[in-house]
C-alpha cells in the first residue's frame, strides 16, 4: 500500500500542473471560463485581459488571437468548463482524503475497546483522567463532572452550550447523512472525471491522426501554391526575355539601316574629294547637308547605359500564402531619367534643420505656425521652432505620461494637441497619448496595442497603424473605436505590417505595408489601389496625401515617389539637386504649400 500511495501523489502533482493550470496567471484555476475556442482561462484573468483588450463587447482570444464575443458585455457569462471543475474537486478531494486514510487506519475499529480507554482521556480543562462528561462547543473542549460544574458557574463561560456525551452522538449521527451525501457527490464526481479521461486517452490517436492528417493536407496545398507562383513568375521572365529580344532585334534592324545611309554619305564625301566636276560636286555636297541637317546624335542614340533586366523583390513574410505573390516583377529604370514632377516643374531642396546627434527621424508633424515635431531614432521627441535650426526637447522629464518608444505623431490643429504612438517596452503595451502643443500630458487614448507605429488625425478620427495586427485602428477624438479596417469581406488580409499613414482633405487614406506597396482606400475604406515601386530594392516609409490627391512616398533607397490623383502618372519625383537622400518622414503645411521631408541622416528639408 505503501509504494501505491507513493506513485498516486506524483500523478496528483502531474495532473494539477499540466491540465489545471491557467496560461495567463500561471496558477490552479479560480472559476475557469472557456472560450468558443476551447481555450479556458480564469475569470479573474480575463476581466483585466479584456479591461486592457477588450473593443465593443470582444476581445481576441490570448492563446490563439480568435475574436471572441463577451456575452452581455461581461465575462462572468461566459460558460464554465465544468471539466476542469471536475478534476480541481477530485485532486483536491483526493489529496485531503490521503492523510484522513493513513490516521484511520491507525484508530482501533468500532467495537474494540481495550485499545482505547475513554476512562482515561484527560479533561480538556484540568488535564485530569477523571472521566468525560459534557462537551462545550465554544470552547471545543471535553469536560469532567467538576470543570463542567466551573465551566458553567464562571461568568465568561457560564453561557457557554454544554452539551453531554449522548447529545454529541445524536449529533454526530444527524451528520452522517449529509457526509455520505457529499462523499457520494464527491464519488460521482471522480467517477466522471475517470471516464472522461479514459475516453481522452482512447481518442487521443485518432484525434492526432486527423490533425496529423489536416496538417499534411494543407503543407501540401501551400505546396502547391508555391509551385503555381513559382511557374507564374517564370512565365513572366520567359515572356520578357521575348519581348526584349523583339524589340532589341528591332532597334539592331534600325541602326543596320542607319549604317547603310551613313556609308552611303560617306561615299559622296570621298568621290567629291577625288573629283574636279563642279557640277557633280555640288549636287553630292547638297545631299550631304540636308542629310546632316535632317539627322541628329539623339536620333542615332536609341539605348541607355543601363541594359534592360527585370528585378525580383521577394516578401519577407508570407502569412497568406494564398493571397499574396511570391515578390513583384518590374523593370529596372535609370533614376537620372525620371522625370515625374510633383507640380508640373523640379523640386526646389531647402534644408532648414538638422538634429545634433543626426540620428534617423520615423516621423514628422507640422503645426499651422511651421513648428516641427520630430521623432529622434524611436526613443526621443523634439521640436524645432518655426525658423529655429536648434531643436528642443519636447516632453518635460518631469511629465505625468513620458514616452518610452515613440514611433509615430501627428499635429490637430483644431484640438491644439500632439498624438504620439508609444510603442512601449513589450508587445501589448502600445498606446496613443495626446500632450498640448507646449508638451504637457493630456490623455491617453488608447492602451493594449500590440505594436502601434504611424498616425495621423482627420475630422476628429485618429487613425492609427498596428504592425503586428495588421490593421488600421480608427479612434475618435476621445479614444473610443470607431472602426478597424483590416481584412476583405471574403476575410482576405488588406495589409502585411502596416507602417505609415495619411489621410488627405478628401478622405482618401493612404497607408504603406511594409515598406513594400502603398495601399490607397477611399473615405469608405474601400481599396483603390496598391502601387508598387518600378525600382529595384525600394523600401516606402512615410505617406502623404496632397490637397490635389497625389499621394507622396518616401523611398529611403531613391527618394520620393509621387502616385497621381488618377493613379496614372507614378514614379520618382524629379529634384533639381540631388541633396535629399535618404527621406524617411513627411508633413504638410496645413494650406498645402510646401512640403517638410526629414531624413535618415537626422535634417529637414523644405521641398517646393
Known amino acids: 500500500m505503501a509504494s501505491q500511495d507513493s506513485n498516486s501523489e506524483p500523478a496528483f502533482e502531474k495532473l494539477s500542473n499540466e491540465f489545471l493550470i491557467c496560461p495567463l496567471c500561471y496558477e490552479h484555476y479560480k472559476t475557469p471560463k472557456v472560450l468558443p475556442c476551447q481555450h479556458t482561462f480564469c475569470l479573474p484573468c480575463l476581466r483585466s485581459y479584456v479591461a486592457a483588450r477588450g473593443i465593443d463587447g470582444t476581445v481576441p482570444c490570448p492563446m490563439c488571437k480568435e475574436l471572441v464575443l463577451i456575452p452581455s458585455n461581461d465575462v462572468a457569462n461566459l460558460k464554465n468548463n465544468f471539466m476542469i471543475v471536475s478534476l480541481l474537486h477530485f485532486v483536491e478531494s483526493s489529496k485531503a482524503a490521503s492523510p484522513p486514510a493513513q490516521k484511520l487506519a491507525s484508530l482501533p475499529q468500532q467495537g474494540n475497546t481495550s485499545s482505547l480507554d475513554k476512562a482515561q482521556i484527560p479533561c480538556g480543562a484540568c488535564s485530569e483522567a477523571a472521566g468525560l462528561n459534557s462537551f462545550c462547543q465554544i470552547c471545543s473542549l471535553w469536560l469532567c463532572s467538576t470543570c463542567t460544574k466551573a465551566h458553567s458557574r464562571l461568568a465568561q463561560t457560564s453561557n457557554h ?4 456525551a449522548s447529545d454529541v452522538d ?5 451528520l452522517v447523512d449529509m457526509g455520505e451525501k457529499a462523499l457520494s457527490e464527491l464519488q460521482l464526481a471522480n467517477l466522471e472525471s475517470q471516464e472522461i479521461l479514459i475516453s481522452q486517452i482512447q481518442q487521443l490517436p485518432e484525434n492526432l491522426s486527423l490533425m496529423k492528417a489536416k496538417i499534411l493536407s494543407v503543407a501540401e496545398e501551400a505546396h502547391k501554391i508555391i509551385q503555381d507562383k513559382t511557374t507564374e513568375l517564370t512565365q513572366h521572365l520567359t515572356q520578357f526575355q521575348q519581348n526584349q529580344e523583339q524589340e532589341l532585334s528591332m532597334k539592331l534592324d534600325l541602326t543596320e539601316n542607319r549604317k547603310k545611309d551613313l556609308d552611303q554619305i560617306q561615299t559622296l564625301l570621298s568621290q567629291v574629294n577625288i573629283s574636279s566636276d563642279g557640277y557633280d560636286n555640288q549636287v553630292a555636297m547638297k545631299t550631304v547637308e540636308n542629310f546632316l541637317n535632317t539627322a541628329s546624335v539623339a536620333d542615332f542614340s536609341l539605348c ?11 516578401f519577407n513574410t508570407l502569412p497568406e500564402l494564398k493571397n499574396l505573390n511570391l515578390g513583384h516583377l518590374s523593370a529596372i529604370l535609370d533614376p537620372k531619367n525620371s522625370s515625374t514632377f510633383l507640380n508640373n516643374r523640379p523640386l526646389t531642396v531647402h534644408k532648414i534643420s538638422s538634429l545634433i546627434e543626426r540620428e534617423y527621424i520615423s516621423a514628422l508633424a507640422i503645426s499651422k505656425f511651421a513648428d516641427k515635431f520630430v521623432v529622434s531614432n524611436n526613443k526621443s521627441i523634439v521640436v524645432f ?3 529655429s535650426k536648434q531643436p528642443t526637447t519636447f516632453l518635460s522629464p518631469l511629465t505625468e505620461r513620458p514616452i518610452c518608444k515613440p514611433w509615430g505623431i501627428t499635429y490637430c490643429e483644431e484640438h491644439r494637441l500632439v498624438f504620439i504612438t508609444d510603442a512601449g517596452r513589450h508587445e501589448g503595451e502600445g498606446a496613443v497619448v495626446a500632450y ?3 508638451g504637457a500630458f493630456q490623455s491617453v487614448i488608447a492602451s493594449g496595442l500590440t505594436l502601434p507605429r504611424g498616425i495621423t488625425v482627420h475630422k476628429n478620427f485618429i487613425f492609427v497603424c498596428d504592425q503586428i495586427d495588421k490593421c488600421i485602428y480608427i479612434f475618435n477624438i476621445r479614444g473610443k473605436i470607431h472602426k478597424i479596417l483590416k481584412k476583405t469581406a471574403d476575410g482576405r488580409y488588406y495589409f502585411t505590417g502596416p507602417m505609415f499613414i495619411a489621410v488627405g482633405n478628401n478622405g482618401l487614406i493612404a497607408v504603406s505595408d511594409d515598406c513594400y506597396s502603398v495601399k490607397i482606400f477611399d473615405r469608405e475604406c474601400n481599396l483603390l489601389f496598391t502601387y508598387y515601386s518600378s525600382l529595384a530594392e525600394s523600401q516606402f516609409w512615410d505617406v502623404t496625401v496632397m490637397h490635389c490627391g497625389s499621394v507622396i512616398v518616401c523611398d529611403w533607397k531613391h527618394g520620393l ?3 497621381s490623383s488618377d493613379f496614372r502618372n507614378n514614379g520618382l519625383v524629379c529634384i533639381e539637386k540631388n541633396s535629399l537622400r535618404e527621406p524617411s518622414a513627411l508633413a504638410v503645411l496645413e494650406n498645402g504649400n510646401a512640403i517638410f521631408v526629414a531624413t535618415f541622416e537626422g535634417e529637414v528639408y523644405t521641398v517646393i
Do not use: E, R, Y
Open 170 to 174: 445524536k449529533h454526530c449521527k444527524s
Open 385 to 387: 521652432k518655426n525658423g
Open 436 to 438: 498640448s502643443h507646449d
Open 304 to 314: 541607355s547605359d543601363v541594359p534592360p533586366s527585370l528585378a525580383f523583390t521577394p
Open 561 to 563: 515617389h509621387k502616385i
Open 161 to 164: 452550550q454544554l452539551m453531554s
